[in-house]
């Protein structure tokens, strides 16, 4: 999660949110749960209310200490910068949302991490979508390219992604997707359009993705 010193709104909106799209996708039978970015520890205050084990991994020092009240376990720690002190396959799931898209090299950190999922767990990953309409509008009819203080083109962004460059990133660090949904969330002629053409602009009305994913070769893991 980015750095956010003060404002209290913002600080809410990157580190308090609940992701309750996110909670539905993490298998209801991971006992022990890596949220990496963990922010303020609202998604994993969830997932122990379900009965999990929930440590988190956090760079803001204010979001950290909300974290601590909250989960089981929390380290303080920059998530390119730090070797975590956890145990080979130590957790049923891991977590990274949002995260991705402020590294310098998600890839890098996709892959180190992997050892630390058991045989037969999964990944749960949520990235903003730079194919977004509005962006693409913005960038074609305007020429305008606009970091803003939230979304997309969140001011805090050092990387983009599309559903393939996703797809090819996760392939790239080890593992199969097993599930994709889509967050739209663009305005309702948009949406009415998409249905007219039969879903042919899913990708364009597509804020973030939302991927389950598991270690390649795994397939006939549980």
């Known amino acids: 999660m980015p750095e956010m010193a ?7 909106r990157y580190h308090c949110d609940p992701r309750a799209d996110v909670l539905g996708l993490v298998p209801g039978g991971a006992g022990e749960i890596l949220d990496l970015g963990c922010g303020g520890g609202a998604l994993g205050q969830g997932l122990k209310a379900r009965g999990a084990r929930v440590t988190g991994v956090e760079k ?3 979001a950290a200490a909300a974290a601590r009240s909250r989960l089981d376990r929390v380290v303080e ?3 390119e910068g730090a070797e975590l002190p956890f145990e080979e396959a130590e957790f049923d799931c891991i977590l990274y949302c949002d995260i991705l898209e402020h590294l310098r090299d998600p890839a890098a950190l996709l892959a180190s991490t992997r050892r630390f999922l058991r045989p037969g767990g999964r990944i749960v990953v949520s990235v903003p979508n730079v194919r977004f309409y509005p962006v693409i509008k913005e960038l074609l009819f305007r020429g305008r390219w606009e970091y803003a203080d939230a979304g997309v083109l969140d001011r805090t962004h050092l990387r983009f992604f599309t559903l393939r ?12 997707i097993e599930r994709l949904e889509r967050k739209n969330c663009a305005a309702p002629k948009m949406r009415i359009l ?17 991927v389950v994913a598991r270690r390649a070769g795994e397939e006939g893991a549980p």
Do not use: H, K, Q, V
């Open 194 to 210: 998409n249905r007219l053409l039969c879903g042919m602009l899913d990708d364009l009305c597509t804020d973030r993705y939302l």
């Open 77 to 79: 720690a920059d998530l």
């Open 165 to 176: 460059s996703i797809e090819d990133m996760l392939a790239g660090a080890g593992y199969r």
């Open 6 to 12: 003060g404002g209290g709104g913002a600080f809410e």
């Open 60 to 62: 803001n020092p204010r």
